[in-house]
C-alpha cells in the first residue's frame, strides 16, 4: 500500500519523507496551543473508592502552553503521597490549560479516555473536563501522513520520530525514565515506605523531566510538520 512504498522508498534512498499537504489542517489551527502527557498507574487491587481493577489511573501530567513562538510555558502535577486526590489533579489541570485552542496529544485516545474517565470521578469538574477532551488534536496520525525517516524503522512511536528530526530530542539522553513502564516503576518505588530521600529526589526530579520531555517535543513536532523554525 502507499505507506509501505513510503517506507521502501525512504529506507533504499536514505531520504526523509514529507508531504507537506498533509499537514493542511494543522497549519490552519491558530494559537494559544497546548500539549497534554499523562501518566497513569494500574492497581490489580483498587486503593481509591469507587475505581476499578486494572483501571489506568493518572498521577503525573505535563502541559506546555505555546503563546507564541518566543512565549512558550510549562506546568506539571505529580501526586505521589495525594495520589488519589483526583480532583485536585484536575482542577490544577483546568487552570494550567488556556480556555480556548488545540490541545495536542500524540495518540490523543489514551489522553481523552483519562480526561472522560477523570470527568465520571469528579463530577463538580464534569463540564470543564468534557470540553478539554473535546478540543484535543492527535498529531499522530498527521505524523503518520506526512513523515518517515528510514531510522524510525517502521515505528512512528514518537521516540522514533523524534531523534530522526533531531538527536538531542531522543529519549535515550534522559535519566532514570525513559519510557511509560519505567515511569509507573518510579512511581511505585516513591510511594514505598522503605525510599531513602536522596534516591526519592532522583525518582521525583527523573519522572518530572520524562513527562515534561514528551509535551516539549511535541512542541518541536508540531512546528517542524508546520515547516516552521523549530529551534
Known amino acids: 500500500n502507499d505507506m509501505h512504498r513510503r517506507v521502501f522508498d525512504a529506507t533504499v534512498s536514505g ?29 490489580s487491587v483498587p486503593e481509591v473508592i469507587g475505581t476499578r481493577p486494572y483501571e489506568q489511573l493518572p498521577f503525573q501530567w505535563s502541559v506546555h502552553v505555546e503563546w507564541s513562538a518566543a512565549d512558550v510555558r510549562h506546568a ?22 488556556p480556555v480556548e485552542g488545540p490541545i495536542f496529544a500524540y495518540n490523543a485516545s489514551f489522553e481523552e479516555r483519562v480526561l472522560l474517565r477523570l470527568a ?20 499522530l496520525p498527521v505524523t503518520r501522513a506526512a513523515y518517515y525517516h528510514h531510522d524510525m524503522r517502521g515505528s512512528w512511536s514518537i521516540k522514533n520520530v523524534m531523534p530522526t528530526i533531531d538527536a538531542k530530542l531522543g529519549y535515550d ?21 522503605n525510599v531513602r530521600m536522596e ?3 532522583t525518582l521525583r526530579s527523573a519522572l518530572l523531566r520524562y513527562c515534561a520531555h514528551d509535551t516539549w517535543v511535541m512542541v518541536i513536532l508540531r512546528r517542524f510538520l508546520c515547516g516552521a523554525d523549530f529551534e
Open 76 to 97: 506539571e502535577y505529580l501526586a505521589i503521597e495525594s495520589f488519589g486526590d483526583f480532583e485536585a489533579l484536575a482542577s490544577a489541570l483546568i487552570a494550567a490549560l
Open 15 to 43: 531520504l526523509a519523507v514529507f508531504d507537506l499537504g498533509a499537514t493542511t489542517e494543522l497549519r490552519q489551527l491558530v494559537s494559544p496551543f497546548a500539549y497534554l502527557d499523562f501518566e497513569t498507574i494500574s492497581f
Open 173 to 193: 539522553r534522559l535519566d532514570e525514565v525513559q519510557e511509560g513502564d519505567g515511569a509507573q516503576l518510579a512511581f511505585l518505588e516513591l510511594r514505598s515506605p
Open 199 to 201: 534516591r526519592a529526589q
Open 120 to 139: 465520571e470521578i469528579v463530577p463538580a469538574q464534569v463540564a470543564a473536563l468534557r470540553a478539554i477532551a473535546g478540543r484535543l488534536v492527535d498529531l
